[in-house]
């Protein structure tokens, strides 16, 4: 899930806790899209506290072995199908906004129901393919696989099959919410997901062995979307006797397709890893699988976060034509983007092995696991800082109607980490593999960039250079501090509560050195963590 942030047109902010709000015309204020970020960050945090416990869970079931070499190479199918609701949810907005201004709450209803039927048509015909030839998938993503874990991946892709459509009505389900400045339900949902696949490896992975992780997905995103879907048929928020071929959808189908090969190409860096992590043997792919997860939560809970809550407030600016508000409010963001996420990259390569040892270490999950997947973290956590940034810039691009410059860039990241993983992989293993990952998001970020300022009017680089400098020389003191107290025997390494004490002790250096060299970014952060902690409070 993604969307995007800021906006100020002035408008109140919808309280949280209210029925359905009632769609508005105009772009969300400053104050709306801080408090939407404050609760979807609020309940991603709960979510990924479960998804903490889900991954601990496996971890300790299942190590990094062929079981969940067969699941990742297994999952990584409907995942990719879900780009395709994925890009109808990302078009939908917009569109919905402007037939709710031009044609009313009919037409705008209307909408929403051809959306989801088409979601689900699709999907049908995704799963359908699936379920038809499972082995010959298994064997075109991961060739390399051994047989035994080749017969597991396509028996498991098989069951998963049914995540397509799950996967897919959840987004445009979101989609629908969001577009009436509603974020409660789907917040929310996401917790209902991670219980349902906690429950099933708690109960069942003695007897089904990984096959009670997948089961656990299939019935999470069934049950979210069934809490998701009862609200809108019982307000009658969705409409399906109007035309279901009309303009509108054909727009929406137009708009749509280029997102769609951007979100598929996204998702095909991971069918990359898993290709390249079969040939390197047997536990590479789950420790990639380990590591990437880890890194990727800070993406999911901030970032991604980030770009779901402003992109109707950017989109509505740029509908505006009001460019200057949008670009003072674009370059304020990637600032602030830059001060939190450059020292959390760095707080991942320093800390790594605390953190797999931490989170992971125990039953299956023995030392040459922690070594493996505390190498492919190192070289993942590099590319936190582009990682972050490039679903802003991707939904900045959205809001100008341009869907070309990211399927352009996305197709050259694609091609950049394939062909870096021909390079690296051979020579480094599963560390060449993380690697090419980061690496890759540098041309796909600055090509976006190069077309973001050309529509922007200018994106001022070096003040964004400063920026980053700043930041990196902030965190650079802070982790020299830390790794003084450990060399000194203050904080030792090896216990896992020194281990966390220096891990806040960084934090807190960071913030008490970044007050001092960058006080007005700080100052500006602090003040939208404290509107979006109210957001989330009211939520």
Known sequence: MRKTLDGMTGMQTPQADAPLPPPVEKAFSRQTWMSAA????????????????????????????????????????????????????????????????EKGSFDARSLSGAAAALTLAL????????????????????????????????????????LTVGVNLFYILVAIYNAMEHFKVPAFSDLLSNVCVVGALFLLSGTLGIGALALGLIGGYLVVVGVMILPILRRRLVSFGASFWSAELRQLIVLAGPICFIEVLSQATTVIENHNGAVVGPGAISALGFAKRLMLVVITLL?????????????GLTLERDLTEAREFFVRLIHHCLVVFVPISVFFMYFREDLIRLIYMRGAFDEISVANTSAALLYYSMGIVPLAIVPIFTRACYAFSDSRTPLLAALLGVVVMATLNVLLAPMFGLVGIA????????????????????????????????????????????????????????????????????????VGAY???GWVLMQRDMRVLWGMVRCASGGARNG
């Open 303 to 315: 970032a991604n976060n980030i770009a779901r809550a402003v992109f109707p407030a950017l989109s």
């Open 38 to 101: 404050g609760l979807l960050v609020a309940t991603t945090l709960l979510s990924k506290v479960l998804g903490f416990l889900r991954d601990v869970l496996v971890a300790q079931y299942f190590g990094t072995g062929e079981q969940v070499d067969a699941f990742m190479v297994a999952v990584a199918l409907p995942v990719m199908v879900g780009g395709v609701g994925l890009a109808l949810s990302t078009a939908f907005i917009p569109i919905y906004r402007r037939v709710l201004v």
């Open 511 to 513: 913030v008490c050195v």
């Open 435 to 506: 690697c090419a990952a980061s690496l890759a998001q540098l041309p796909w970020l600055a090509l976006m960039g190069v077309v973001l300022a050309r529509r922007f009017g200018g994106i001022e680089f070096m003040g964004l250079f400063r920026t980053s400098v700043l930041a990196v020389t902030c965190s650079a003191v802070a982790m020299s501090a830390v790794a003084g107290l450990r060399a000194s025997g203050v904080l030792r390494a090896e216990d896992m509560a020194p281990a966390i004490l220096a891990m806040g002790f960084y």
């Open 123 to 162: 999907s049908g015909i995704a799963m359908a393919v699936i379920i038809a030839v499972p082995a010959q998938l298994i064997g075109l993503v991961a060739p390399a696989l051994p047989s035994t874990t080749a017969a597991l991946a396509a028996q498991l892709v098989r069951w998963l099959s049914l």
